[in-house]
RNA sequence: GGUUCCUUGGCCGAGUGGCUAGGCAGCGGUCUGCAAAACCGUGUACGGCGGUUCGACUCCGCCAGGAACCUCCA
């Protein structure tokens, strides 16, 4: 058992051993983003936690097939509206684009900071505008089935007759009765049965410009659509992990469930997986709450409530230290911490190559591995893990500074787990502070500078090495002294 | 209003019925011509009030404060 890994199911609400459908394969299916804006630090959270459990599942050996989907049919900002319009198309207008101009480049976007931040690209990456027509053939499943129902062109899913055989509410822990008490209000003269219906084709207005023809009429897939028709195309009727933001729950996954039962008559997901949302100033972030933060303003440091500029590892870093199950609330104060803890974290990595063994270990190497592999089996608890990666940072400057000593045969392992560990299953990656590359006549020039001072120190000429120094450091040039010389770079 | 959850030392953030989480900051030290950086050492916290228990920060109840979902959202 402790050797396991065990992950937190929502929809059982418990921890729970990981058996894959087939053995040594795993299939993920990830909600991805709706592509009508920039990426913000909720996206970051969102897939760089699944990128994690994604990085964490190949480390244990599995073949994994990564799904992640694009949003790029706009579902409708207000379905009550008769104006009806999409995000994306609403962008569109705005912007003076074609609707997959947009898309293409907030996906473009999206593509880049998921890069920077280290998040391994998807297996496959299916766009919704590319699989109507699977769309549809499922919408006509459910008709067959009766769980759905038409009305003026648009097909509804009906709720009401599927919790009569089933439970919808399950995952997000609500019954139908409650929802009917607590909607009951916003009910109008609606083309649906009942305000909880939800759509699964929609007719299009004169105005709607992504449409698509269908027997029912021109229009386009209801949202909840595209991740049940896209995950059962990829990974099969029934899969293992479904993943997503916490706010996804309902309604977007409970009407997952509903659809792929009503389709199938099975549900497809064997494990749900939800990450928490960042907050700040304890409350959500939000796009639609206006108090979001991009991930271009995070990496510039270009937002009025940011001190400085993150780098995308510090932000990765930041976020790896919280649980994905927490909320985690941002500040610059915590920020700030993240960044030199990673750096401390690096540093311990530069100076582990450079020791060498002994005859016998003073440390033990094993059981540092095992226990930040047990945290990680935990359902992914990643701070746990990176904590036992700090008390081995104490322990290689301890190593380096003659403390401890450690057997050839432990150092390598100590290595191999650290690279494993570090750059593979947590997906942190070396960042040059600033790049001096390609930039020779710089870097010979301080180079030259500090060796001048140098001399001056060797001459205990201070007031020359001081204002070498000084003036450096005025220039942007950070110089740190070290034994046997020195080193610099740009802040 | 309904459902669910949270409240930990200066800040962030784990975890457990009795045993030091960790990071950052602070403080002390090593190093240094001075400094910076780096490294070492250091803090005994768990919203309030009751209860269960030999023992609760951890379990139960109540109260206070906060959050998420119930509408698009990662």
């Given at each position: 058992?402790?050797?396991?890994?065990?992950?937190?199911?929502?929809?059982?609400?418990?921890?729970?051993?990981?058996?894959?459908?087939?053995?040594?394969?795993?299939?993920?299916?990830?909600?991805?983003?709706?592509?009508?804006?920039n990426s913000h630090l909720?996206h970051a959270r969102?897939y760089i936690?699944?990128d994690?459990?994604?990085?964490?599942?190949?480390?244990?050996?599995?073949?994994?097939?990564?799904?992640?989907?694009?949003?790029?049919?706009?579902?409708?900002?207000?379905?009550?509206?008769?104006?009806?319009?999409?995000?994306?198309?609403?962008?569109?207008?705005?912007?003076?684009?074609?609707?997959?101009?947009?898309?293409?480049?907030?996906?473009?976007t999206f593509h880049r900071n998921m890069d920077e931040l280290n998040v391994i690209?998807?297996?496959?990456?299916?766009?919704?505008?590319?699989?109507?027509?699977?769309?549809?053939?499922?919408?006509?499943?459910?008709?067959?089935?009766?769980?759905?129902?038409?009305?003026?062109?648009?097909?509804?899913?009906?709720?009401?007759?599927?919790?009569?055989?089933?439970?919808?509410?399950?995952?997000?822990?609500?019954?139908?009765?409650?929802?009917?008490?607590?909607?009951?209000?916003?009910?109008?003269?609606?083309?649906?049965?009942?305000?909880?219906?939800?759509?699964?084709?929609?007719?299009?207005?004169?105005?709607?410009?992504?449409?698509?023809?269908?027997?029912?009429?021109?229009?386009?897939?209801?949202?909840?659509?595209?991740?049940?028709?896209?995950?059962?195309?990829?990974?099969?009727?029934?899969?293992?992990?479904?993943?997503?933001?916490?706010?996804?729950?309902?309604?977007?996954?409970?009407?997952?469930?509903?659809?792929?039962?009503?389709?199938?008559?099975?549900?497809?997901?064997?494990?749900?997986?939800?990450?928490?949302?960042?907050?700040?100033?304890?409350?959500?972030?939000?796009?639609?709450?206006?108090?979001?933060i991009t991930l271009d303003e995070l990496f510039t440091g270009n937002?009025?409530?940011l001190?400085q500029a993150y780098s995308p590892m510090t932000i990765r870093f930041f976020i790896l230290q919280?649980?994905?199950?927490?909320?985690?609330?941002?500040?610059?104060?915590?920020l700030?911490?993240s960044e030199?803890?990673l750096e401390?974290?690096m540093?311990?990595?530069?100076?582990?190559?450079?020791?060498?063994?002994?005859?016998?270990?003073?440390?033990?190497?094993?059981?540092?591995?095992?226990?930040?592999?047990?945290?990680?089996?935990?359902?992914?608890?990643?701070?746990?893990?990176?904590?036992?990666?700090?008390?081995?940072?104490?322990?290689?400057?301890?190593?380096?500074?003659?403390?401890?000593?450690?057997?050839?045969?432990?150092?390598?392992?100590?290595?191999?787990?650290?690279?494993?560990?570090?750059f593979?299953?947590l997906g942190l990656k070396e960042e040059n502070s600033k790049n001096?590359?390609?930039?020779?006549?710089?870097?010979?020039?301080?180079?030259?500078?500090?060796?001048?001072?140098?001399?001056?120190?060797?001459?205990?000429?201070?007031?020359?090495?001081?204002?070498?120094?000084?003036?450096?450091?005025?220039?942007?040039?950070?110089?740190?002294?070290?034994?046997?010389?020195?080193?610099?770079?740009?802040?």
């Open positions: 058992m402790e050797n396991q890994f065990v992950i937190y199911n929502t929809i059982s609400r418990k921890k729970e051993v990981f058996e894959p459908l087939v053995p040594g394969k795993a299939g993920l299916y990830v909600c991805g983003p709706t592509v009508y804006s909720g969102a936690t699944f994690l459990l994604f990085r964490y599942l190949t480390h244990l050996g599995y073949k994994v097939r990564y799904v992640r989907n694009i949003t790029d049919v706009g579902h409708l900002e207000d379905e009550e509206e008769e104006t009806g319009e999409d995000k994306i198309t609403k962008k569109a207008r705005l912007e003076k684009l074609e609707p997959m101009e947009v898309v293409q480049m907030y996906m473009n690209r998807p297996s496959i990456e299916p766009r919704a505008s590319g699989h109507i027509i699977e769309q549809q053939e499922m919408i006509e499943s459910i008709l067959e089935n009766g769980y759905a129902y038409e009305s003026n062109g648009s097909i509804y899913f009906d709720v009401e007759k599927y919790n009569k055989e089933y439970n919808y509410g399950k995952l997000s822990g609500r019954n139908l009765e409650d929802i009917k008490t607590n909607t009951r209000v916003l009910d109008g003269q609606s083309e649906k049965k009942n305000s909880f219906d939800f759509a699964l084709w929609k007719k299009a207005t004169p105005e709607h410009i992504m449409r698509w023809p269908s027997k029912w009429s021109d229009g386009f897939p209801g949202w909840h659509l595209e991740c049940s028709a896209m995950s059962t195309k990829y990974l099969g009727e029934q899969f293992d992990i479904h993943g997503g933001g916490m706010d996804l729950r309902f309604p977007h996954h409970e009407c997952e469930i509903a659809q792929s039962t009503a389709s199938q008559g099975k549900e497809a997901v064997r494990y749900w997986m939800h990450n928490n949302m960042i907050t700040i100033n304890g409350q959500k972030m939000a796009r639609s709450l206006g108090n979001f937002h009025e409530v001190e919280a649980h994905y199950r927490s909320t985690i609330d941002f500040s610059n104060e915590a700030q911490a030199k803890g401390r974290l540093t311990a990595l530069k100076t582990l190559d450079k020791l060498t063994g002994s005859k016998q270990s003073t440390v033990n190497v094993s059981e540092l591995k095992e226990n930040c592999l047990a945290a990680l089996n935990d359902d992914m608890n990643s701070p746990i893990a990176i904590a036992h990666l700090f008390e081995g940072v104490k322990m290689i400057n301890s190593l380096k500074a003659g403390n401890e000593t450690i057997s050839g045969e432990d150092l390598k392992e100590l290595k191999a787990f650290y690279e494993t560990a570090v593979d299953i001096t590359q390609g930039n020779e006549v710089l870097e010979g020039a301080v180079d030259l500078l500090l060796k001048l001072r140098q001399e001056a120190k060797a001459n205990k000429d201070w007031g020359t090495a001081d204002k070498i120094r000084n003036e450096l450091n005025e220039l942007g040039v950070e110089i740190k002294d070290t034994k046997d010389g020195f080193e610099w770079s740009l802040k």
